[in-house]
C-alpha cells in the first residue's frame, strides 16, 4: 500500500521560507514523477512542481518559479519543496503526489499539509 506522508507545514510571514517534505513507501518510484499540487480555499487544486524520480528533471508553475525548488533523496524516498519569498497568495493546503508524467496523471495523494503566509 503506498503511502504518502507530508510535513513542514505551517504558518510564517510574507518574505519568509518553509520546506515541505513527503515521505514515500510502499512501492517502487523510480519510473514515476513526484508532484507538488495546492488548493487555496474556493480555488481548484493547482500544480506547483514536479520531479523525475531517477532523472533529476524538474518542472515547475510559473507562479512559482525561481521561489521554490524541488528536490528529492532516493535513500530516503523522500522529496522536499523548498519556498522561499513566500507571499500571502501561497496559501493553501499542499499536497503530494505520484504520477506518470509530470503535470498530470497524478494517482496517489497524500493528505496535505497547511501552508499560511501572512501580510
Known amino acids: 500500500q503506498v503511502q504518502l506522508v507530508e ?5 510564517v510571514q510574507a518574505g ?4 515541505l ?3 514515500a513507501s510502499g512501492r517502487t518510484f ?3 514523477y513526484m508532484g507538488w ?3 487555496a480555499p474556493g480555488k481548484e487544486r493547482e500544480f506547483v512542481a514536479a520531479t523525475s524520480w531517477s532523472g533529476g528533471s524538474t518542472y515547475y508553475a510559473d507562479s512559482v518559479k525561481g521561489r ?10 523522500t522529496v522536499y519543496l523548498q519556498m522561499s519569498s513566500l507571499k500571502p497568495e501561497d496559501t493553501a493546503v ?6 506518470t508524467a509530470p503535470r498530470v496523471g497524478y494517482f496517489y495523494w497524500g493528505q ?8
Do not use: H
Open 112 to 119: 496535505g499539509t497547511q501552508v499560511t503566509v501572512s501580510s
Open 16 to 19: 519568509g521560507s518553509l520546506r
Open 68 to 77: 521554490f525548488t524541488i528536490s528529492r533523496d532516493n535513500a530516503k524516498n
Open 7 to 11: 510535513s513542514g507545514g505551517g504558518l
Open 37 to 39: 499540487f495546492r488548493q
Open 30 to 32: 523510480s519510473s514515476l
Open 21 to 23: 517534505s513527503c515521505a
Open 94 to 99: 499542499y499536497y503530494c503526489a505520484v504520477g
